[in-house]
């Protein structure tokens, strides 16, 4: 407890510019002490300002004080250095090459804790202390240290910009507003941050959008692979099988065909030796005779000849001649499997198409990029005309229902639930799907609005500030606009709106790729220019809608084939 007193009064006495204990200690006028080489070495630095001010409270003195030696502070820090010298601090709470530093230590410098935008200064967590402490500094913004104080100070007239110029998109200060600046559209830093901010808002919820979209997208091929996998496993399989099946049955055939050439084989055999054994016996028999006649021939007595000649027996009928042809039995049959193998490989060659790979491809690959130039958008052209029944009643369609003006003279549409009664506006006939392209042109210097939303989107609302929140293109989360007025434009969706930059056009062309949730608008002149593309994800199908704001303006729908 008692260390822990002497660390406390060590604090008390030290100089709040070097952090160490007093030496030579002096108090300026509002009351505050430091070392006299530190406040004088401080003090020397605003000789240039001419003015003095106290490093912890702020205060400033127009002349530069007069410091005399507070001799009882002198004596305290002598009896307290007798108890210890004061620890130094750690070497990580010291500034390095890339941190920022304080700016009031001297010597050594401590790392910054905070960074004030009022004082443009960084300071330490001691030299912070007054800023959270004294009423003069706590209206004060404090941010996380930073080395860009300084681009905080207009190089014109040293001081802090607080304004930002929307007419020359920079920041001013109070100074520059009344003089380079005078008669631009000026608002606050704040303002501009705030809006700025929205717009930031909007760029995340698009970008987290296409981040879940994608992480969807990516599911979705997980499990086509998934899909494929099983899906060749299984035709693997049942392949195998099929052709398991196959060669049986082959196996089958060729050994069916082994057995019928032998039974015939065995049956033709048969046949030919059996005929053989008569023939043989007809021979015998044959042989036989001969000799018998032979023997009767050679008889020398005429009338014993004579007498036996009657007696032999006659010879029995002959064989009929036996005719052989070319041994040729099974050829037939060779023939016969020739043809079943060539029939097989025939079929095998021109209908492997059938079972060809290249059949099996998934189309679940990238959208295709989109065209590059206005022959290419042509190709999917779509010819578009206005729905009557949606159309505001100042609105005058005329050319087919594909030009819509605003005038001041009602027109007698009939009552319609789908009609916009708040807005000037009207949607498309024909719902979009799939690949699309069309062109607006807009005649006239006011505000026109070109615009894609869901048909179950409001068409009517309340009066008031916010009826633009129900109905109004761009203005919810149904519809998605391009604001044209004049030489300038803003796309619009969920009432975040995003400035554009681009080349003024009276031609817009708009590039919708539904299923790839890709819309975009392009100036159309001798070149496509780019002029904004949303990537999100539709849910249903889009119809083009239109807006015009001002009377005698007019918006139409081109006619491009």
């Given at each position: 407890m008692a260390q822990k007193g002497v660390q406390l009064n060590r604090e008390t006495f030290s100089c709040s510019i070097c952090l160490d204990l007093l030496k030579d200690p002096v108090t300026t006028p509002c009351g505050h002490s430091y070392c006299m080489n530190c406040i004088k070495s401080h003090w020397d630095e605003e000789d240039r300002?001419?003015?003095?001010?106290?490093?912890?409270?702020?205060?400033?003195?127009t002349q530069r004080p007069v410091l005399l030696k507070n001799t009882m502070l002198a004596v305290l820090v002598e009896e307290l250095k007798k108890t210890g010298l004061q620890a130094a601090p750690d070497d990580h709470c010291y500034a390095g090459a890339e941190d920022v530093a304080c700016d009031v230590c001297t010597g050594r410098k401590l790392k910054a804790h905070k960074s004030c935008l009022q004082c443009l200064a960084s300071f330490c967590e001691k030299h912070l202390q007054p800023h959270y402490e004294s009423e003069t500094f706590k209206k004060h913004?404090?941010?996380?240290?930073?080395?860009?104080?300084?681009?905080?100070?207009?190089?014109?007239?040293?001081?802090?910009?607080?304004?930002?110029?929307?007419?020359?998109?920079?920041?001013?200060?109070?100074?520059?507003?009344?003089?380079?600046?005078?008669?631009?559209?000026?608002?606050?830093?704040?303002?501009?941050?705030?809006?700025?901010?929205?717009?930031?808002?909007?760029?995340?919820?698009?970008?987290?959008?296409?981040?879940?979209?994608?992480?969807?997208?990516?599911?979705?091929?997980?499990?086509?692979?998934?899909?494929?996998?099983?899906?060749?496993?299984?035709?693997?399989?049942?392949?195998?099988?099929?052709?398991?099946?196959?060669?049986?049955?082959?196996?089958?055939?060729?050994?069916?065909?082994?057995?019928?050439?032998?039974?015939?084989?065995?049956?033709?055999?048969?046949?030919v030796k059996e005929l053989q054994e008569k023939l043989e016996q007809e021979i015998t028999e044959l042989k036989r005779k001969d000799a018998e006649l032979k023997k009767l021939s050679h008889t020398e007595d005429h009338n014993q000849f004579l007498h036996n000649y009657p007696s032999l027996s006659p010879l029995?009928?002959?064989?009929?001649?036996?005719?052989?042809?070319?041994?040729?039995?099974?050829?037939?049959?060779?023939?016969?499997?020739?043809?079943v193998r060539d029939k097989l490989q025939d079929v095998l060659r021109e209908k492997w198409t059938n079972v060809s790979l290249t059949g099996t491809e998934v189309d679940v690959l990238l959208p295709p990029p989109e065209p590059k130039t206005r022959a290419g958008f042509l190709k999917y052209s779509r010819e578009i005309t206005l729905d009557p029944n949606t159309a505001y009643r100042c609105l005058l369609l005329s050319k087919g229902n594909r030009k819509a003006t605003y005038i001041r003279q009602k027109q007698s549409y009939s009552s319609h639930p789908d009609r916009f009664t708040i807005t000037s506006q009207v949607l498309s006939r024909e719902s979009l799907t799939g690949r699309c392209y069309w062109e607006v042109k807009r005649r006239g210097r006011g505000r026109v609005y070109i615009a894609v939303a869901y048909k179950n989107m409001r068409r009517a609302g309340g009066v008031g500030f916010y009826v633009l929140d129900e109905c109004g293109f761009g203005f919810n989360d149904k519809s998605w606009a391009l604001d044209c007025i004049n030489s300038s434009s803003t796309f619009c969706s969920n009432r975040v709106h995003t400035p554009i930059s681009g080349p003024e056009s009276s031609r817009v062309g708009v590039y919708l790729?539904?299923?790839?949730?890709?819309?975009?608008?392009?100036?159309?002149?001798?070149?496509m220019t780019l002029l904004h593309r949303v990537q999100t994800t539709f849910t249903q199908p889009l119809y083009a809608g239109l807006r015009v704001c001002y009377y005698e303006n007019s918006a139409e729908l081109c006619k491009l084939k």
């Open positions: 300002k001419y003015s003095y001010s106290c490093p912890q409270c702020r205060k400033t003195f913004k404090l941010v996380e240290p930073s080395k860009k104080l300084q681009e905080n100070v207009c190089s014109r007239h040293d001081e802090v910009m607080k304004m930002f110029c929307r007419t020359d998109q920079q920041l001013i200060c109070s100074l520059c507003s009344v003089e380079e600046h005078k008669g631009h559209n000026t608002v606050s830093a704040a303002a501009e941050r705030a809006e700025r901010q929205r717009e930031l808002e909007g760029s995340r919820q698009n970008i987290q959008q296409r981040i879940q979209d994608r992480e969807k997208d990516v599911k979705l091929l997980q499990q086509q692979a998934e899909a494929i996998d099983l899906s060749a496993d299984k035709a693997v399989e049942d392949s195998e099988k099929i052709f398991t099946e196959l060669i049986r049955l082959l196996e089958k055939r060729s050994s069916d065909v082994k057995q019928q050439v032998r039974f015939q084989q065995k049956r033709e055999v048969s046949r029995s009928q002959s064989t009929s001649s036996i005719h052989i042809h070319p041994l040729s039995c099974f050829e037939d049959v060779t023939a016969d499997v020739s043809e790729d539904h299923s790839a949730g890709i819309l975009s608008f392009y100036s159309v002149s001798e070149t």
